[in-house]
């Protein structure tokens, strides 16, 4: 577990907690504190999989990009490292 991104998800607190205990959180926790976005039953997963990347296609590629550097940025990886092509 890595505590900065845990942190900048979390908090501190919640953050230390964690990766101090190595508590395991199941998929409500992880949702109400933010570790994931949604919960997907097993049934509807191949479904929501195939349904997310067309709704991040929908926008322009120009600003995906733009969003992309930004996030890059901000999660401190290494201009170099390979990531996600758009």
């Known amino acids: 577990m890595v505590y900065g991104p845990l942190h900048d998800l979390v ?4 953050a230390r907690e964690l990766v101090l205990t190595g508590r395991e959180v199941d998929a409500a926790e992880a949702l109400r ?3 994931v ?11 929501r999989a195939r349904a997310l990347p067309r709704e991040v296609s929908r926008a322009p590629r120009d600003v995906l990009l733009r969003n ?7 999660s401190a990886i290494s201009p170099g490292t390979p990531t996600l092509d758009l």
Do not use: Q, S, W
Not at 68 to 74: C, D, H, L
């Open 11 to 14: 908090g501190g607190a919640i």
């Open 33 to 35: 504190l933010h570790l």
């Open 37 to 47: 976005t949604e919960v997907t039953d097993p049934g509807g997963l191949t479904g």
């Open 68 to 74: 992309k550097a930004k996030f890059t940025a901000r």
